[in-house]
């Protein structure tokens, strides 16, 4: 099946501080998510971004479908914006719809 | 919006009894839902899909038996576990694809099964 790899596995920031989170998928997608699941477990849903570019506040993301990579961009990050982020993507042609999740970034901003 | 509600959102059981958690689409039809579950400090991993109607699809290694899925209706998908022993204590997470827009998913807050 289709391979996800998230990096940086943890991340610790000063708040204020911008940083890039890296989603590298193993095949082409017809879907692929960004989540942010918050202390509590709720998944929030930030970006559906199977290619191109988006941007939603202090936070933007871009796929790059031909080379099988997707980013996020967290600017002036605040300490709310602590939790973990999950890469999830379904394959292209797969027709189930299922999502296959990366192993997420832990991101601690602290204050 | 696209809202997914989940009830319980945790429940506490002694082994060997039957646990039913219910995930609702609130605000949109969903034709298809999933079913995750989540062990401490580890990623998603998908259980099985519902279709609205038909039997639910279960991934490799997930037994059909134990863990019931019902999808009733366009809003609501059901799980059961059945015979809960400790190991089966996780985070349960659902989540629907909206009809007629795409393929994205939304989640619900999850349910924290805990078995004693």
């Known amino acids: 099946g289709i391979q996800v790899e998230q990096s940086p596995p943890d991340l610790i920031l000063q708040e204020g501080a911008n940083s890039t989170l890296r989603c590298n998928f193993s095949d082409s997608v017809n879907n692929l998510q960004w989540f942010h699941q918050n202390p509590w477990g709720q998944l929030i849903n930030l970006f559906y971004i199977p290619s191109g570019t988006k941007q939603n506040g202090r936070l933007s993301a871009t796929t790059v479908a031909t080379e099988r990579y997707s980013l996020l961009y967290i600017s002036s990050s605040q300490t709310t914006d602590s939790g973990v982020y999950f890469c999830?993507?379904?394959?292209?042609?797969?027709?189930?719809?299922?999502?296959?999740f990366g192993k997420g970034t832990k991101l601690s901003v602290i204050p | 919006g696209a809202v997914v509600s989940q009830h319980p959102s945790w429940v506490i059981c002694k082994s060997g009894t039957s646990v039913k958690i219910e995930c609702r689409s609130l605000d949109f039809q969903a034709t298809t839902m999933f079913w995750y579950r989540q062990f401490p400090k580890q990623s998603l991993m998908l259980m099985a899909t519902s279709n609205e109607g038909s039997k639910a699809t279960y991934e490799q290694g997930v037994e059909k038996d134990k863990f019931l899925i019902n999808h009733a209706s366009l809003t609501l998908s059901t799980l059961t576990v059945t015979s809960a022993h400790p190991e089966d204590s996780s985070f349960y997470i659902c989540s629907a694809r909206k009809l007629g827009t795409g393929d994205e998913q939304y989640f619900g807050p999850g349910t924290r099964l805990t078995v004693t």
């Open positions: 999830a993507v379904e394959p292209l042609g797969a027709g189930s719809y299922q999502l296959t």
